[in-house]
């Protein structure tokens, strides 16, 4: 054939065959990379779900709906309930007063958010993600020291308490995370006492019914849950969303 | 230095060929054998089933893969839906992988066919063909452990009648029945599927290696007449042919461009039928069917996949109810098993150095009625599912085809010794769409009129049997025949004339389907990937794009190379 007397109309053949070839695998290529992205799983809202609880004082085994008056202060246990996900561990503390809102400074970006303060008939309960946002370590690992514990605490975190202690904040407990060493300060919002943390745990905004004594967990503020693409993603919604369990885990 | 001077240069500094050299991948230098040009050619398709197969195989361990980052053997119902709905493009992704399947059971068959009637088994091949028949078993099976694993009624069935065959085993049953199905928990069952269906991917991967390293080690086969239809038959590489790289490259290329095409684009119009509820016969339904638990399940028919409603069908026959327990276990050794055993030793039974088809009737007679009962097996297990035949049925319906065609080709064999039969290629074309029209209708009124019979045996029902039987018989063997024909004469060297147009109009058709690509590409960027219709639209395209590369291909080869 005279092909080769015309290089140029060759060149421009080769080219289009060449750029169909680019249109298929342009194609697939969006196709198997949108595959390969996992589909996400989880909410699109924050559901409004009551905290239960099983009365460890009434000797019935069946959850009930948990007053506020009714949990105990500044426990030694730990105390938690899973919400929105059910991979979404989250802290209930009830201190011995009121906590006021606080602003709460996310180290890691200079971000400020505002933590909603205790709700509950004395306003002192509050609660947070029990995800430990340096690296994820989970309850029991990491957990609520009441203040008579603040001794069995590595050395450095109790100089710290001490020399932050200024205004009393820190005389209702502290969290801290065994992983690596992160303290957070429960009574302010859960903001950063040591690092290396440099992110505050996500609060849970509580809402209270002052009739019923009734507890709510209404959704997340603050930094995104450890872990998760975002609160409500990243994991299974619970199984009941009208409908959360706090339960007592030990630390030891 | 003008503009033209200019872009010269940069052409040269960008040019592959400056920069890399000719052929910087060494392809040349790779042992693989060099063909004749008549094989890239119009009609060239049929030397190049084992490399389809291949193309195939490669496209099923790659969605099989996708798949794998989805299934749940804990869930396998679920998870299959799931794959299905709420996976992006996993419509496309676990409909293709089935279509792929099917696609590359054809044409195991095909490429077995085909060299069974060249007598390509043949020595110096015996190992080589061994190893395929082993292969053809174990895409089988690799086939019923894929089917088994989407947790619906259909997959509920295939595994029962798996168990209730391993368990009738003598002496090893229920041990086989634990090696293959598990403690029989839903878990364990599709834990033990997908690793099987994993385990015999594997092994094929790894037969098929061998396989082709024994092909090429081989040669091809070349044309009967050139080895004056004598074994051995054989072509090494040879400085005469057209060097691999970039003839047989590109070729290789534009045959995957056109087998991918097709296995997306035919099952993505079958999904598209699908979701718009226009009926697809269930045995080929692209979806899977509902959960066994489903108060639905008692309305879908207990298909098996099609590649085992031949052995299915004969599990129906009453000749094997003498075996008590052993029925379906006996019906699968006799229809399943021997005649697998017959294909493995054929080269070993098969001893001349003949190759013509009609110079060894018997062995060609033989392969004829394979596909024959295979063919009518399968219609009968389609149209008459889970319906007992008595013996004395069976009897009228798979032993005319063998008296006939066994007759036939010992005729033919008798006209062959004299030299009185040429065929010509156009005229063995039309006769083989002929009777394969003929074949498909006289399959169906037959299978029908066996219902009748099934019914009351009367006069009337008897010889409508007897002669829609004949009709049946007849077609199935004039379309086997001619398409026998069909590539044995196509398997002689000749020049091919094939098509052939100018450049400019090459140019022409070149450009309009780029433009016609890049406008499929621009429809499917839009698409949502999780609405059913959109993405069998997107699968659609995705063909469509394959096969028109593949058609540019075609055009620049057919006025550069000549071919």
């Known amino acids: 054939m005279s092909g080769e007397q015309d290089p140029s109309r060759r060149g421009f053949l080769k080219v289009l065959v060449g750029l169909s070839a680019v249109a298929a695998v342009g194609g697939l290529g969006k196709g198997v990379v949108q595959n390969l992205v996992t589909p996400a799983v989880g909410l699109t809202s924050f559901p409004e779900t009551q905290l239960y609880w099983v009365n460890p004082n009434s000797g019935n085994s069946a959850p009930v709906p948990l007053k506020s008056g009714d949990l105990p202060f500044e426990s030694f246990h730990i105390w938690i309930y899973y919400y929105p996900l059910s991979d979404e561990p989250n802290f209930i503390i009830k201190f011995k007063e009121p906590v006021s809102p606080s602003k709460v400074t996310i180290d890691a970006t200079g971000q400020v958010f505002s933590s909603p303060g205790g709700v509950g008939k004395n306003n002192d309960i509050v609660s947070f993600s029990a995800i430990c946002q340096h690296l994820g370590c989970i309850p029991p690992v990491i957990h609520y020291y009441p203040p008579s514990d603040y001794s069995a605490l590595p050395a450095n975190v109790q100089a710290a308490i001490k020399s932050q202690n200024t205004n009393g904040d820190l005389n209702h407990g502290v969290i801290h995370c065994n992983c690596h060493g992160s303290t957070y300060n429960p009574f302010k919002g859960a903001g950063i006492v040591t690092h290396p943390t440099y992110r505050p745990l996500p609060n849970v905004i509580l809402k209270y019914d002052p009739i019923t004594d009734y507890l709510y967990a209404k959704k997340l503020i603050g930094p995104v849950v450890f872990g998760h693409p975002s609160d409500l993603t990243g994991g299974n919604a619970i199984t009941n969303l009208k409908k959360t369990t706090v339960f007592k885990m030990s630390s030891s | ?563």
């Open chain 2, 1 to 563: 230095m003008g503009i033209k001077e200019s872009i010269n240069n940069l052409k040269n500094v960008i040019s592959v060929k400056n920069v890399l050299g000719e052929d910087p991948l060494r392809i040349n230098e790779l042992p693989l054998t060099t063909v004749p040009d008549y094989m890239r050619k119009k009609g060239g398709f049929w030397y190049w089933t084992g490399a389809l197969i291949s193309m195939a195989f490669v496209y099923q361990i790659v969605t099989g893969l996708i798949l794998l980052l989805y299934y749940d053997p804990a869930n396998a119902y679920n998870s299959t839906e799931y794959i299905l709905r709420d996976v992006p493009y996993g419509e496309i992704i676990l409909t293709t992988h089935l279509y792929g399947a099917y696609a590359m059971i054809v044409l195991i068959y095909l490429h077995m066919f085909r060299n069974y009637f060249n007598g390509a088994y043949k020595r110096p091949r015996e190992l080589q063909w061994v190893t395929g028949v082993i292969l053809l078993a174990l895409t089988i099976g690799v086939g019923y452990f894929g089917y088994s694993m989407t947790g619906d009624v259909l997959s509920a069935d295939a595994t029962d009648v798996g168990r209730g065959i391993a368990l009738s085993v003598p002496v090893l049953g229920s041990m086989s029945e634990a090696i293959v199905f598990g403690n029989g928990t839903d878990t364990s069952l599709f834990i033990r599927m997908l690793g099987f269906h994993i385990i015999l991917a594997a092994l094929i991967g790894a037969l098929f290696g061998f396989h082709f390293y024994l092909a090429e080690a081989n040669g091809m086969m070349p044309s009967q007449r050139k080895v004056n239809y004598k074994a051995p038959a054989v072509e090494k590489s040879s400085p005469e042919h057209k060097p691999w790289y970039p003839y047989n490259m590109l070729f290789m290329i534009q045959l995957a461009a056109f087998a991918f095409g097709i296995m997306i684009f035919l099952p993505s119009v079958i999904d598209a039928m699908r979701v718009i509820h226009m009926g697809v016969p269930p045995i080929f339904d692209p979806f899977p069917q509902v959960s066994p638990s489903s108060p639905e399940a008692a309305f879908v028919p207990p298909y098996p996949p099609w590649f085992l409603l031949f052995v299915y069908k004969a599990v129906d026959f009453k000749m094997f109810n003498a075996f008590g327990a052993y029925s379906a276990l006996m019906a699968s050794v006799v229809f399943g098993g021997i005649p697998l055993i017959y294909f493995i030793l054929v080269p070993f039974i098969d001893r001349s150095n003949n190759l013509h088809p009609l110079s060894r009737p018997f062995f060609t007679a033989f392969g004829v009625l394979a596909i024959i009962y295979l063919v009518l097996l399968s219609a009968w297990g389609v149209l008459a599912p889970g319906i007992p035949i008595s013996t004395s049925d069976v009897v009228i319906v798979l032993v005319p085809p063998f008296i006939i065609v066994m007759a036939f080709f010992y005729a033919l064999n008798a006209l062959y010794k004299k030299g009185a039969f040429k065929p010509s290629l156009s005229k063995i074309t039309a006769s083989f769409v002929i009777f394969l029209m003929i074949l498909s209708l006289a399959i169906f009124e037959f299978a029908m009129q066996i219902g009748n019979v099934m019914h009351g045996v009367t006069t009337g029902s008897a010889l409508n049997l007897g002669a829609y039987g004949a009709a049946t018989a007849f077609a199935a063997f004039g379309t086997v025949k001619s398409s026998e024909y069909a590539h044995l004469s196509m398997s002689q060297p000749r020049e091919v004339k094939g098509l052939n147009i100018s450049i400019r109009a090459a140019q022409a058709i070149i450009s309009v389907l780029f433009i016609i690509s890049a406008e499929i590409l621009w429809l499917m960027i839009q698409v949502n990937p999780l609405n059913l219709e959109q993405e069998a639209a997107f699968g659609i395209g995705l063909g469509a794009l394959l096969i028109i590369f593949g058609i540019g291909l075609r055009v620049y080869r057919l006025v550069y190379y000549n071919e």
